[in-house]
């Protein structure tokens, strides 16, 4: 449910009526939500068939997310959940990026290898920006803000928050989650990482075929000792 509250304060609605929906381009995001709410039955196509969309009537769960800060015309103004507890943070951080994040393999060097990972959230609310860095910093994630026209971003581009980022959004095999985002994820993760620091000159040559050392006593009219 934490997590089904980070969707909906990214791509969710709540209006006066007490009714809360979604609606998003990926239907498998909304067949996810149908299965964790129980209304399989409950995915309405919209726009064309371009969004799929899927909604509930409940005065005690509008009333609950109003007192976490939801409220109508949210897009600018939702910050960060009332006293959300630290445990359900990650969860309700995952929502997010499903909804309103993106999840990015590129090759843009000349002759690299493996892909580079970018993890992103862009939002209209400041507010709500503000919380998620200040998320960040609370578990040690180095991240990047940036602000174009009234869009906030946030860049997550480091390997090592990158990696204690999946951790933290991907405790087990089975949470919910946009598996297409998941997916690109787990498949970074699964790609070795060279070691750090810079290669010596001889490290592609066997140890068996390399010349022995020899070690100079310092004087020029003396031979060098193998």
């Known amino acids: 449910m934490a997590w089904l509250l980070g969707i909906i304060w990214s791509d969710g609605h709540l209006d006066r009526g007490n009714r809360v929906s979604v609606c998003s381009k990926d239907r498998d995001l909304i067949e996810c939500i149908a299965r964790l709410i129980s209304q399989q039955n409950g995915v309405r196509p919209k726009n064309g068939d371009r969004h799929w969309s899927i909604g509930f009537t409940s005065p005690h769960a509008a009333d609950r997310l109003r007192s976490l800060g939801l409220m109508t015309a949210k897009s600018?103004?939702?910050?960060?959940?009332?006293?959300?507890?630290?445990?359900?943070?990650?969860?309700?951080?995952?929502?997010?990026?499903?909804?309103?994040?993106?999840?990015?393999?590129?090759?843009?060097?000349?002759?690299?290898?493996?892909?580079?990972?970018?993890?992103?959230?862009?939002?209209?609310?400041?507010?709500?920006?503000?919380?998620?860095?200040?998320?960040?910093?609370?578990?040690?994630?180095?991240?990047?803000?940036?602000?174009?026209?009234?869009?906030?971003?946030?860049?997550?581009?480091?390997?090592?928050?990158?990696?204690?980022?999946?951790?933290?959004?991907?405790?087990?095999?089975?949470?919910?989650?946009?598996?297409?985002?998941?997916?690109?994820?787990?498949?970074?993760?699964?790609?070795?990482?060279?070691?750090?620091?810079?290669?010596?000159?001889?490290?592609?040559?066997?140890?068996?075929e390399r010349p022995p050392r020899r070690l100079s006593l310092g004087t020029p009219d003396e031979e060098a000792l193998p």
């Not at 026209?149 to 919910?176: E, F, K, W």
């Open 76 to 208: 600018h103004i939702i910050a960060w959940p009332n006293e959300l507890p630290g445990a359900y943070e990650a969860a309700f951080v995952r929502g997010l990026l499903d909804g309103d994040g993106s999840v990015l393999l590129s090759k843009r060097r000349p002759g690299q290898q493996g892909p580079d990972l970018r993890v992103s959230l862009c939002s209209a609310s400041e507010k709500l920006t503000k919380g998620f860095l200040d998320w960040c910093s609370r578990n040690g994630l180095t991240a990047q803000h940036y602000t174009r026209g009234s869009v906030h971003t946030v860049l997550i581009l480091q390997q090592a928050s990158l990696r204690a980022l999946h951790a933290l959004l991907y405790p087990g095999p089975d949470v919910p989650c946009l598996a297409r985002k998941r997916e690109k994820y787990d498949a970074w993760m699964a790609i070795p990482r060279a070691p750090a620091g810079r290669p010596r000159a001889d490290s592609q040559t066997p140890r068996s």
